[in-house]
């Protein structure tokens, strides 16, 4: 199975940087992983927030094809216990889907196309994350869940 993380905009906080850096190197060991970062849209401050996440949205759309699964990274998605986003990725490797896609959005959210494209919809927590930790924290709980998958020892219950 194949992993694609989009991401909107650069990582600027080189503590983030590191951390996605880490994690990306773990998880090489288990799956095909890319990490997608797409620049920030030009003129954002002339656009409208419907605008901007129409333009965001585009873009995302251009590097996915119709048999991906595409999962957002959204605050009212779905919530997992890290056992049981294990569980979810184990099944998807069980029912052959090739590629995954995971996408954090920008900071208003994704375009109404975008949410119609999407698989599902996933949540990290109930709190609000800036969108560029929630990139590590996620890289981190994906890299946890293939542990898991595998029986090593990195989650402890």
Not at 7 to 12: A, D, F, L, R, S
Not at 80 to 100: D, Y
């Amino acid at each position: 199975m194949k992993i694609k993380f989009i991401c909107i905009g650069k990582t600027t906080k080189p503590f983030l940087e590191t951390g996605e850096g880490e994690y990306l190197s773990r998880l090489k060991h288990y799956c095909s992983i890319e990490r997608i970062e797409l620049p920030d849209i030009r003129n954002a401050k002339n656009l409208s927030r419907e605008q901007l996440k129409e333009a965001e949205g585009k873009e995302i759309l251009k590097r996915i094809l119709p048999s991906d699964q595409l999962v957002l990274l959204d605050e009212r998605g779905k919530e997992f216990s890290s056992v049981s986003f294990a569980s979810h990725l184990e099944q998807q490797m069980n029912q052959s889907v090739k590629t995954i896609v995971f996408v954090v959005g920008g900071a208003f959210g994704f375009s109404d196309e975008i949410y119609q494209r999407a698989n599902m919809k996933m949540s990290l927590s109930r709190m609000t994350y800036s969108h560029q930790m929630v990139r590590m924290i996620f890289l981190e709980q994906l890299y946890r869940a293939f542990t898991i998958i595998r029986g090593e020892g990195y989650h402890h219950e």
